[in-house]
Every structure is written in C-alpha cells, then in structure tokens.
T-cell receptor, first 115, second 115 residues
Framework: KQEVTQIPAALSVPEGENLVLNCSFT??????LQWFRQDPGKGLTSLLL?????REQTSGRLNASLDKSSGRSTLYIAASQPGDSATYLC??????????????FGGGTRVLVKP | DTGVSQDPRHKITKRGQNVTFRCDPI?????LYWYRQTLGQGPEFLTY????????KSRLLSDRFSAERPKGSFSTLEIQRTEQGDSAMYLC?????????????FGPGTRLTVL
C-alpha cells in the first residue's frame, strides 16, 4: 500500500528565505506526482505535476524535483513571500491503471512566511 | 468561471440525518473524484467516476454513503444516518482523463459538521 509522508508538518521562515518542502513515498511505481496548495478552509490548487519520466518541473518561483528511485520529491519556493503562507500537499498517482487515477496524499506541510 | 463548483459550502446537521452534496465538474472533464479530508490530514480518496460509471469505491465508503453521476455531468454524494465521525471536508475534483498529464482540479469543498 502506497504511503506518502511530508516532513516537517509545519515550517516558519522569514520573508525572502527560500522554502524547501519534502515529500517521500514508499512505492516507486508511480504514474506522476502532483503538488498542491491549500489555504485555510479552502479547496486545493494544483501547483505542479511531474510525470514519472521527468526529473523536475518549474513554474515561476516554484520548482519541483522527482527522484523515483529514492521515493522523494522536493518543492522549492524561491524568495518566499507572506502570500505563500498555506499548507502544501503532495500526492501520487499509482502506475497500475486498474487503480484509477486516484491521488494518495501526504499529510501536508503548513508554511508560515513572516513579514 | 468554469472551475469545479460544490454546493453547499457548509452543512451542519444532527446525528442520524441524511445529507446530500453536489459537485459540478469542469465541462468536458469526463473523470470526477470525491475525497474526504479531516482536520490536519491530507485528503483521502472515496470514489471516482469515468463519465457516468462509478469505477472504484474506497473501503472508507461505508454502505451509508452513495454517490451518483447521472448522465456523466454533475455528481451527488449522499450520506445516510450521519455520525459524528462523518464530520469532515468533502472535496470533489475533475480531470480530462488524459493518459499522460491527468491533472485533477479541485472544488472549494463542502464542510460537514455533525452535531
């Protein structure tokens, strides 16, 4: 059974510092990995999707890397801003298509960027 | 706006009552997913539809839960005889069903409180 872990559960940084968020998964047979942002009491916003054949994806200040062999992904947010304060979730889709495209989520990392 | 919408946004009910939630996916998306998220946790998969066919149900979905997607458009999730343990955020997502980059787009969620 796939398990996704995000450590730490919470992180506080001063504005301007780079953020490094970690995600690990136990089964490397994944189809792709997706990073989401969730604001308090709200739904999820997709940030980046990395296909299993890719090593990284970039969008603006965000960069996500994927190392399937070690079961890890890292989300980097450059020059953090108070508006980046939110919970960040990673999720994987299994390679076995019979399992559908259901996402298995980590518990999230709650980020606070202090002005 | 053509994003995923959910109704209601909040629902407070007494234990033992039945509740029904609605999800309207992005038009032309043929896949629709339901997830449940409790406080401080990542979302957990409940069920998903390919068009009108319900293809998978999680073991989390007890016989008190039923989901439908008539005509492959909107979906409803009904919980009968609600229990306090059903209190959670219920999230709906939709996707195109692309074989390679099947990004799931989430709605704002319905927060259920069972008293």
């Amino acid at each position: 059974k796939q398990e996704v872990t995000q450590i730490p559960a919470a992180l506080s940084v001063p504005e301007g510092e780079n953020l490094v968020l970690n995600c690990s998964f136990t089964d490397s047979a994944i189809y792709n990995l997706q990073w989401f942002r969730q604001d308090p009491g709200k739904g999820l916003t997709s940030l980046l999707l990395i296909q299993s054949s890719q090593r990284e994806q970039t969008s603006g200040r965000l960069n996500a890397s994927l190392d399937k062999s070690s079961g890890r992904s890292t989300l980097y947010i450059a020059a953090s801003q108070p508006g980046d304060s939110a919970t960040y979730l990673c999720a994987v889709i299994p390679m076995i298509k019979a399992a559908g495209n259901k996402l298995t989520f980590g518990g999230g990392t709650r980020v606070l960027v202090k002005p | 706006d053509t994003g995923v919408s959910q109704d209601p946004r909040h629902k407070i009910t007494k234990r033992g009552q039945n509740v029904t939630f609605r999800c309207d996916p992005i038009s032309e998306h043929n896949r629709l997913y339901w997830y449940r998220q409790t406080l401080g946790q990542g979302p957990e998969f409940l069920t998903y539809f390919q068009n009108e066919a319900q293809l998978e149900k999680s073991r989390l979905l007890s016989d008190r839960f039923s989901a439908e997607r008539p005509k492959g458009s909107f979906s409803t999730l009904e919980i009968q005889r609600t229990e306090q343990g059903d209190s959670a955020m219920y999230l709906c997502a939709s996707s195109l069903g692309s074989p390679y980059t099947d990004t799931q787009y989430f709605g704002p969620g319905t927060r259920l409180t069972v008293l």
